[in-house]
Every structure is written in structure tokens, then in C-alpha cells.
């Protein structure tokens, strides 16, 4: 893309993740290098752009990522989990505006991470979970949301959107996927991937 070196920081609580992705990258140097992000933040780190697990923000408050977001120069480009569209829906909430998704291929990862360095918006991504039914990603985040136990209030408020538009939200993946009710909302969602609730 040019001859700019990218500074990563990967945010895993996994080892295997950190290591898997920092190896899958090493075949880039030219492209990307990952670095340490430091306990205490220091812009003297260099980081340009943060690859966080959405697995972080699982039973946890996301204090880290909203850290992150607001406290620091770095973009952060959010690594999601396909099974869990519900915490990659959590970290769009907190701010997070680029997600890639955890069965991507490195060559697309470093492309990623080359477009959320220079700023610029990464294009519509295929939704895995959900595609057969035509489910749409903001309804995909709605259905998983709803699977966890959110209120409709609660789902409007993560995903930055009015009432109005979160029940033609629902109204539309209800209609896709067959449900007249939250509970066949919920049954379908169990049955097609979606992750159950985190002990809500």
C-alpha cells in the first residue's frame, strides 16, 4: 500500500491469539511490526493502530478498550470472533469504528491494518453468521444482543441507535429469520451459532 512501516499493538488475553496473529504478521515486515503496547500509556510507544480481541470484553466492563479509544493516539481496530457478534456488537458500542473478523487471511488482515493507519473506512465485510437468512450486520449485532438478555433500551443505547430504528431493526430479522417472539428470536439464534448468555 506504501512504504510506511505500521506500528501494532495486538490486545489478546489469549496467548495463542497474541501469538498466532504476531506470527501470521511476520511474514509482513516490510508492512507491519508489532510492538509492545506498555501497561502505562505513553505516546512515546508509538502505536498506531491496537488490534483488540473482542474476547477482552467478555464478563468484563470494557474499561481497557474504552481506555484505548479515548485516552490514546492509536486506532483500534477491533479482531472478532464469529461466534460472538455480540461483544464485537459491545465494541462498536464503546466507539470502535473497524472490525475484522477472526477467520480473515493474513494478506486482508494487513490491508486492515494498513487502511485503519491511514484513517480510511474498511469495506462492508461479509456477515458469516446469519448470511444464509439475509440477515444484515447491524441486524446480526441486533439478534446477538438480544440473545444475551438486553433490553430493547439497552441494545439502543450499545448500538447508538433510536428506538424507532432498533425496532424496525428487530421487526426486519424477525421477518427473515421467522420469529413472531423474542423467545423464537432466541431459540433461532441457539440454533444457528449464536453464543447463549454470558450468566445474565
Known sequence: ???????????????????????????YPDRVVVTALPTVWTNAAGVEVVLY????????????????????????????????????ARALGLGCQAWVSMSIRARELVEAIELTAAGVPLPDQEERIGQQTGLSPREVETIALITQ????????????????????????????????????????????GFAPPDGR
Not at 477482552?56 to 492509536?74: F, N, Q, S
Not at 424507532?164 to 421477518?175: C, D, E, G, P, V
Not at 427473515?176 to 444457528?192: C, D, E, F, L, P
Open 1 to 27: 500500500m506504501s512504504d510506511h512501516v505500521v506500528r501494532l499493538a495486538i490486545v489478546s488475553r489469549q496467548e495463542v491469539v497474541a501469538r498466532g496473529l504476531t506470527a501470521m504478521l511476520a511474514d
Open 53 to 88: 480481541d473482542t474476547l477482552g470484553l467478555h464478563g468484563r466492563d470494557g474499561a481497557d478498550l474504552a481506555h484505548l479509544l479515548r485516552e490514546t493516539r492509536a486506532k483500534v481496530l477491533v479482531f472478532s470472533r464469529d461466534m460472538r457478534p455480540d461483544l464485537r
Open 149 to 192: 438478555g438486553l433490553s430493547n433500551l439497552e441494545i439502543a443505547e450499545r448500538l447508538h441507535l433510536s428506538g424507532n430504528t432498533l425496532k424496525s431493526h428487530i421487526r426486519q430479522a424477525y421477518r427473515k429469520i421467522g420469529a413472531t417472539s423474542r423467545a423464537q428470536a432466541v431459540a433461532w439464534a441457539m440454533q444457528h
